[in-house]
C-alpha cells in the first residue's frame, strides 16, 4: 500500500471525525498516545478525548492544505504533518493550523 494514500485517507478520517463527532477521535488514540496542546501534555485516548472535547469551540472545519508524511521506525509507523486552516462558527477569518501526527499502522509497507 502507497504510504503517502494511507496518510491521506488517515488525515480526511481524522479532521472529518474531529470536525463532526470529536468524541469518535478517542478510537483513534492508545493509552500511551501523548498530544501537547499549547504547552500542556496529555495522555491516552480517553483524556486525550476529553481535552479537545474541552476546547472552547463545539463547531469548525478544517481546510487541508498539505500532508506530508514519512516511514517512522520498524514497526510500520508514519510521521504524517499537516498543515490548512481551521473556519469556527461563527467566525469570519479563518485560523492556519499545523499538526503533526505521528501512528503507528502495521502492515502498510
Known sequence: MDPDAVAKAFVEHYYRTFDSNRAG????YQEG?????????????????????SLPFQQCLHNI???DCQPSGPAGGMLVFV???????????ALK???ILCSILLGWN
Do not use: C, Y
Not at 477521535?25 to 483513534?28: E, F, G, K, R, V
Not at 498516545?33 to 472535547?53: N, P, R
Not at 498543515?83 to 477569518?93: D, M, T, V, Y
Open 25 to 28: 477521535l478517542a478510537n483513534l
Open 65 to 67: 492544505s498539505t500532508v
Open 83 to 93: 498543515s490548512g486552516s481551521l473556519q469556527l462558527a461563527g467566525e469570519q477569518h
Open 33 to 53: 498516545s501523548m498530544l501537547t496542546f499549547e504547552g500542556a501534555k496529555t495522555q491516552g485516548a480517553q483524556a486525550i478525548a476529553a481535552k479537545l472535547a
Open 97 to 99: 493550523f499545523s499538526q
